[in-house]
Structure formats: C-alpha cells, structure tokens
C-alpha cells in the first residue's frame, strides 16, 4: 500500500481515497489499477461513481477467463462458507465453519492458489491470517452467504472458533473483539447469545476492549433486547440457588437498559428506572431471605457511618462488613464466596462491574462518591455494582 503513489500523495480528496480503498477491499491488484488509472483522472469522483456501479471495466483486473474455468461448484462453496468472517482470521477458522463440506481442505488450497482467498505475509504459517475478498460477490454471482438457518450455524461455530483461537486474557484488539460478539450476535436461532456473549466478555477479564465493543454490538442489537420481563432469568438462578449467575444476571441487566434506553455508561446508575431497581433488589431480599440486596448494602453502609460525601475509612468498613475485602486488601468479584450459608451479610450483588475498571469509572467524582450519593438518597433502594479496583 505504501507504495501506491497516488494513494499516498496526499493530493487526492481523503473522502475519496476511502471510496478507491472500499472498492478494492484489500485486493492487491485492483489497488495498483485503482492507483495508475484512476485517481489520475480529472474527474475521480465521477470515474469511481462509475466503478461502483458496475464491474465491468474492472473485473478483468483481478479475474480473467482462464480462472474463471477453474471455479466450479466446490470451491464456490467454501468460499461462502468462509465469508461468515469479515476480517482475516487463522486457517483453523475457516477450516471451523467448513467443517461439513467434504474435502474442504482441499478447496482452501485450491483457493488460495487462484487467489481467492487473500493470505498475510507474515512467515509462520501459525501467525498467517485468511480472508475471502468481499469483492468477489460483486464479480462471480454464485458466491454468497448461505441462507438461513445454515448461515447461522456457521456464525455460531465462527464466533465460538474465534474466542478459542484468540486468547481472550490477553485479546487486546477491539477488532478482534467485535468479530467475536458480531458472529455469535447474528445466530438469531440462539436465544441465549446476548448473555452467553455477556459471559464471554466477563470470561475476558479486566479487557476494556472487550466491554467496550459488547456494548457497542448489544446497542446494534438493542430491538432484539427484551424491554419485559428482564428479571426472568434472575429469578430462576435464585430459586436454583445459582448466586454467582445471579450476580453475572444483576449487571447484564444494566447492561440491557443501557441498551434499549440509550443510556450512557456513566450515566446508568443515575438514569436507570428506579422500578427496574427495586425489581432487582426485592428477589435478592426474598431469596436470600434478607442476606443480600441493594437495600441491604444501604443499611449496612450507613451503618458504618456513609454519608453522601465519600470516605475512604468508611468505604473500607463497609468492604470489611459484606465480605469484598480480606486482610485489608479488596477481593476480585470471582473470589468473593457465592453461597447464602457466608457469614457476611450483604456480598451479593457484588462490584461485578469491576470487571470493566476503565469504563465504568465516573469521571472526576469517581464511583465511590456517586455510589454514597445513591446510598444516601434512595429511600428505598441504592446500588452496588460498581468498580472498586482502581481505588
């Protein structure tokens, strides 16, 4: 790409750069042509205009009559098999979501011989990645997702494969991540993909970018959400005595109506419905039998003498009275004990939020502040998911 002239001059428009760039999809020698024939012309925008439209005068630039000979029904369909994922993946992905074509090995090596299938430079085979070019469903009509419901097999197998693949404890990259929740979102025969992708994120660990894109990708999705019975799910893990899925269950929740209302992160624990609230914490005091709930957390930190105005004594206290600190030190969410005989009053629901330290810290006040605010002011209610970690 950088030695692209033209694409790299600086000279020509940036808007349409990005059209010459989204036309090629990555496909090298569309890029050369795009560069030496077109973004030379005095009227580009009109030429590229021209190309969108039609692939007539460019299909002969990546595809020729000797190639085409060669596509037959096999190869067309690993290929849209393969186009599930749309960025480059490893070659087990593609392997993953081919799994039931027989001989499919070999049509991934046919493919990427006739150019098909783009392939990294890197060295090791290990660290190669794979892509089947978009602009091929413009050029060979045969090429194309399958129809539902098989295409949503292989999201899901896609979505699963790539969570393996990628090391989700140290995945680092949003692209990444918004591959894995956009695939395991678009299985609309899975009823449960919302929440099992909400546990992958939580699987994650202290991964901004794996939050970050969830709740981007759950926002995409927001008119698929039950608005309704939200706390179904909740109740049943209670009744099932499952509190750790209930603890998981309480901030998916949020996770929801900050979906389908449109609330900002930094906002939810201001604008989320009190109803909603007092929803949540009416099961935790009926199951546990008064042991655990937001109202719960209000008595007990006041008791230690919580005020609207944070202290960091008496939010250390309060860690000490329901069970989120041991030996002076803060406890990860997934060390706390999820059993109702504890001797702690108050452990759930937990600060599970602190899973996503970077993102749900409020800006300036800090989360400790606005949650003794909660506290305080609620007659009846307060809330307690919040991040303790960065403090």
Not at 107 to 123: A, P, T, W, Y
Request: glycine content about 6%; aromatic content about 10%.
């Amino acid at each position: 790409m950088k030695r692209l002239e033209n694409f790299n001059s600086g000279k020509v428009d940036k808007k349409l750069i990005e059209r010459a760039l989204k036309l090629a999809d990555g496909n090298a020698r569309l890029l050369e042509w795009l560069d030496n024939e077109v973004l030379v012309c005095e009227d580009i925008e009109g030429k590229l205009s021209q190309l969108e439209c039609s692939s007539e005068d460019w299909q002969g630039k990546i595809i020729w009559s000797e190639l085409y000979a060669q596509i037959d029904k096999k190869i067309v369909r690993v290929l849209s098999h393969c186009l599930v994922f749309e960025i480059p993946v490893p070659m087990s992905a593609l392997e993953a979501v081919c799994e039931s074509i027989y001989g499919a090995q070999e049509q991934l090596n046919r493919s990427i011989d006739l150019g098909l299938i783009e392939v990294s430079s890197e060295v090791e085979e290990s660290e190669r990645l794979y892509r089947v070019s978009r602009i091929l469903l413009r050029i060979i009509s045969s090429i194309k997702l399958p129809e539902v419901p098989e295409v949503y097999s292989l999201y899901e197998k896609g979505s699963e494969k790539l969570f393996e693949l990628w090391d989700t404890r140290y995945n680092e990259s949003e692209e990444k991540w918004r591959e894995i929740f956009r695939l395991k979102f678009a299985n609309k025969k899975n009823p449960e993909r919302f929440r099992q992708g909400f546990s992958q994120m939580l699987e994650s660990g202290e991964r901004h970018e794996a939050d970050k894109t969830f709740e981007s990708e759950l926002r995409q999705n927001k008119t698929e959400l039950p608005e309704d019975s939200l706390c179904v799910q909740l109740e049943e893990y209670m009744c099932q005595g499952e509190w750790r899925k209930a603890d998981e269950e309480t901030l998916f929740i949020f996770y929801q109506v900050m979906a389908f209302k449109d609330i900002e992160k930094h906002n939810i624990y201001d604008e989320i419905p009190l109803s909603i609230l007092r929803e949540i914490d009416q099961l935790w005091v009926k199951y546990s039998d008064g042991k655990f709930g937001f109202s719960v957390h209000k008595k007990i930190y006041q008791s230690v003498g919580g005020r609207k105005k944070y202290d960091e004594e008496v939010w250390e206290a309060f860690g000490n009275e329901v069970g989120w600190r041991q030996g002076g030190e803060w406890l990860y969410w997934d060390d706390l004990t999820y059993r109702l005989d504890t001797h702690c009053v108050g452990t759930l629901p937990s600060d599970i939020a602190g899973v996503c330290s970077e993102v749900w810290v409020v800006p300036e006040s800090g989360v400790w502040v606005l949650l003794a605010q909660r506290l305080v002011d609620f007659k009846h209610i307060s809330v307690s998911a919040v991040n303790r970690k960065n403090f």
